[in-house]
Structures are given as structure tokens and as C-alpha cells.
């Protein structure tokens, strides 16, 4: 029985230093509410440990508690009293901080509006440079699709360009092949006339004179419609023998752009051409 009140008298000891450190933990709101209802269960569980003892122990025993738990009592008191003075001085200090801060907002009080206008510049500001930027964003967007797009139209161009080319080269290419068989087929077919023309011809350029046949085109002095009446010469060529002129021979027409021995023997075999 002695061990369980003096179990119970330093339960409650310890409650009463947890109380005056920090009262909230056993739910108390101030330290003199813990003086209140904690001192008297002390005084209560130590009679109850003296009662158990010899009297004269428990009565000496008693009075030094009383007196111990008076010392601190006494000592808690003052500590009291001088957290309460901390108290008072930090509310007045408080309230000196709060009519600072009155006098400041007052002061700045005609600079409210200075900054509202700086800010709503700001924002003006920043709404404009967003909008520049979302604007260039989508130009350079809308830039890269239209040049893709152009990109691809211009390699299907170039596509169709060269498919364009190979078939106009196999063209003049199955041309030259006609034309060398037809110049064949000409000089097989009339090789009496065609000597006959040759000695003709030479003895035309060798001659020098300026008496050409009927029918003839005078290659130095005829108009480019003219000219254009001479086989394998069209409005190109006909311009080009303006600018090359003059021509002396079937052999200095190989100069005119196009025309290689076949055409020259084909413009040969037609005889109408003049070298006067």
C-alpha cells in the first residue's frame, strides 16, 4: 500500500512539471489552473504516503513536502508573475508595431495609385510582348507548312520536268533514227540526182555568182520565213542563220545549232538552198 501512494504521489509530481512547462499537454489553459488542481492532489497523495508511514517520519516527512511543494509554488508564482510582465510588454510593443504600420500605410497611402498604374503597365506590357510571340510563333508555323507544301509541288514539278525531258530526248532521238534512214533511203533511191545536184551544187559554190535558180532560198539575204521553207529549219534555226550568216557550204551549216551531217546531207538532197 506504501508503494502504490507514493507510485500515485510521483505520478502527480510529474503531471505538475508537465503542466508548468506546457499546460495544454493535460489539457489545462494556464499554469495557475495547474497550481489550482494539481498542488491539492499532491498535498492529498502525500498525506495518504505519510499515513502509511511512522508518524513521526510521515509528519517530518509531510512538513518538509509542504514546504518543498510551498518553496515551488512560490517559485512558479513568480514565474508567473514575470511571464505576465513579458506578456504585457510584448502588447505594448505590439500595439507601438501596429500604429507604426498605421503611420507607414498612411505615407504610403498616395503611392497606391502610382503602383496600380505601374502595374497595369506591366500588364500591358507583358499582353503585348505575349501576343508578338504567339503572333511569330504562328507566322513561322504557318511558314513551314507553306514551304513544305512548296517544296513538295516543286519536286513533283521536277519530277514531271525530267519525265518531260527523257521523253523529248528518246523523241529526238527516234527522229535522228528517222532521219538518218530517210537520208539513207533518199540517197539509195536517187543517187543519179542526187550526184547530179552535188555537181550542181559544187559548181554553184565554186562559181561565185549572184544568179540563184527558181525556187531556190538565198541563205545570205532570204527573210526568216523564207528560210523556214529549207528542211528541218524552223522559226530557231532560221533566227540562228540570221546570226551565223554568211554560209558558204552544205558543210558550214553543221555550225546552226541541231544540224550534224544527216540534216546537212537531208538540206543537201533538197537543193533549194542558194549560197550566193
Sequence with gaps: MNTF?????????????????KPRLIRLPSRSRVCLYVIPALIITSILYNSTLDPNKAQSAQLTKIETLEASLLDKETEIEDLTVALEEAEESLKESEEQLELVQAEEGDTD?????????????????FREQIEEELEERITAEISEDYEDKLAALDDKIKEKEQTIEEKESAISKLEEEV??????????????????AQSSESASTDSCGPGTVKINSASESELQAIYEIGPDRAAQIIQLR??????????????????????????????D
Design 246 to 275: 554568211p554560209f558558204s557550204s552544205y558543210n558550214d551549216l553543221k555550225r546552226i545549232n541541231g544540224i550534224g551531217d544527216a540534216r546537212a546531207e537531208a538540206i543537201k538532197n533538197q537543193g533549194i538552198v542558194c549560197f
Design 113 to 129: 495609385d502610382l503602383i496600380e498604374e505601374q502595374l497595369e503597365e506591366a500588364k500591358l506590357e507583358w499582353e503585348e510582348e
Design 183 to 200: 537520208a539513207s533511203a533518199s540517197t539509195d533511191s536517187g543517187n543519179e540526182t542526187a550526184t547530179t545536184e552535188t555537181e550542181t
Design 5 to 21: 501512494f507514493y507510485i500515485l504521489f510521483t505520478l502527480s509530481l510529474f503531471v505538475f512539471i508537465l503542466g508548468l512547462v
